[in-house]
């Protein structure tokens, strides 16, 4: 059984950073990606950013390039997100999420996703 744990929120002043993780387990193939949503109050789930597993392909939101880097430690099989040049707007619940097969090239779409965990809350203040 695949399992996510998120880890990693909290509160930072805009401009400061947070690095959140997602330890994955469970996988019985290495052809998967690992992805990173959010939800804001009232807002659709957003799509962040994408690992793949097998090459290390990445994909990022057009919010998240420039600020956000996504990497894949196989050792801890954790997935992180280091979030620098926080802003307000960053402010949502963060999920990690998990797919068979790798990264798409152009989206990341939250139906396309297998496996959720809980979210983390990272809240960005002015």
């Known amino acids: 059984e695949v399992q996510l744990q998120a880890s990693g929120g909290g509160l930072a002043q805009a401009g400061g950073s947070l690095r959140l993780g997602c330890a994955a387990s469970?996988?019985?193939?290495?052809?998967?990606?690992i992805s990173w949503f959010r939800q804001a109050p009232g807002k659709e789930r957003e799509g962040v950013s994408c690992i793949s597993s097998m090459d290390g392909s990445t994909y990022y939101a057009d919010s998240a390039k420039g600020r956000f880097t996504i990497s894949n430690d196989n050792a801890k099989n954790t997935v992180y997100l280091q979030m620098n040049s926080l802003k307000p707007e960053d402010t949502a619940v963060y999920y990690c999420a998990a797919e068979w097969g790798p990264c798409r090239d152009d989206d990341l779409d939250y139906y396309d996703m297998d496996y959720w965990g809980k979210g983390t809350q990272v809240t960005v203040s002015s």
């Open positions: 469970g996988f019985t193939s290495d052809d998967y990606a």
